[in-house]
């Protein structure tokens, strides 16, 4: 008994010296301060590993609430992009509208805590979270009912910005989870902020005893980067999340009059990533200003302009989606 409690304590010291050494824990992206502690690639032949990962799979009080609330909703995909404004929350959005606009039921948790958009986009963004007897109620979006859930529903004004550090970023995602009343749903989709970040360990960890399908990848065609959407792929599959597909936006600019397409930032990089990693590619999206300007006004492209190329883009994304997830 003393023998292990000393070796605890060995490791114990360890893993706070490696703590100690933020340098050292930045450079190899400790996950210390994360579910996925103990359990990452990088913690193979950390000396704090197994102390890591006793503590982590010791007892998370919320992961039984977490666990009742996601069995209920039958498909979690996570949307995902290697860095921002490449237009990760448009592909959410207009991805849930298109499920909803097929009877589906569908929730969009956005846990880009660090750029709430969602809430304007999906025209909730004046209604307020209610806190009931069951939990948070998400929002409903005039969009087919969307059930919406956003850090910046909390925030007191649009302009607010949320400074938090990793455990209290995580601790916010985790209520999102377990406190909101998603009820059953057919798909809840994750809208994450850019990158490989605390938010992605988060969410995957909690989902870890019920199914993620998986994550969308978007990316641009631009071939600086391209590497950015090989990076996020890596991330995906080290974490053990299967990448449904990879999705290029901003891929050539649609003349709203005349609907040519234009390719200013060259077009198809995604698709020979696709090719070269054997992921499926899900759509290929052209800029369009339509686009931008219904999601300012929380209007729907797909109900505005349905013949338009980006609508018919995301439409065929929803298929491909309820193919590769559905079968
Ligand atoms: P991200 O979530 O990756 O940061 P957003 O979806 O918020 O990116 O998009 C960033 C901005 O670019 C938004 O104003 C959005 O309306 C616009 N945008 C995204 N995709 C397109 C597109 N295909 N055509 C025109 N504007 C777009």
Request: hydrophobic residues 35%; aromatic residues 4%; contains cysteine.
């Amino acid at each position: 008994m003393e023998a292990s409690q000393g070796t605890d304590a060995s490791m114990e010291e360890n893993r706070t010296a490696s703590k100690g050494d933020t340098t050292t824990a930045q450079a190899v992206g400790c996950p210390s301060d994360t579910g996925m502690a103990g359990r990452a690639e990088v913690c193979q032949g950390c000396p704090g590993r197994e102390l890591c990962s006793r503590l982590v799979g010791s007892a998370d009080p919320d992961q039984p609430a977490i666990d009742i609330r996601m069995n209920a909703c039958r498909r979690k995909i996570m949307v995902v992009s290697g860095k921002g404004g490449v237009g990760k929350s448009s592909v959410a959005v207009n991805l849930a509208i298109s499920l909803a606009a097929k009877g589906l039921k569908v929730g969009l948790c956005d846990l880009d805590i660090c750029g709430p958009s969602i809430p304007t986009m999906l025209k909730v963004q004046d209604q307020s979270v209610v806190n009931t007897q069951y939990g948070w109620t998400p929002l409903k979006s005039p969009h087919g009912g969307i059930k919406v859930m956003s850090i910046g529903l909390l925030l007191d004004n649009s302009s607010s910005a949320v400074v938090w550090r990793g455990p209290r970023k995580s601790e916010i995602i985790k209520r999102f989870l377990k406190d909101t009343f998603w009820g059953r749903l057919d798909y809840l989709l994750f809208d994450t902020p850019p990158g490989t970040s605390d938010e992605h360990l988060t969410v995957v960890s909690a989902l870890k005893s019920v199914h993620l399908d998986g994550a969308i990848v978007v990316g641009t065609p631009q071939r600086m980067a391209l590497d950015t959407v090989r990076k996020e792929v890596t991330f995906c599959r080290k974490m053990g999340v299967r990448v449904l597909g990879l999705v290029e936006n901003l891929s050539g600019f649609a003349c709203p009059c005349c609907e040519e397409v234009t390719a200013l930032f060259g077009s198809g990089g995604v698709h020979r990533l696709a090719e070269e990693t054997a992921i499926p590619m899900l759509a290929t999206i052209p800029i369009d200003t339509r686009l931008s300007s219904c999601e300012e006004d929380g209007s729907s492209i797909q109900q505005e302009h349905p013949t338009c190329g980006a609508a018919v883009a995301f439409d065929s994304l929803r298929k491909c989606v309820q193919d590769i997830v559905e079968t």
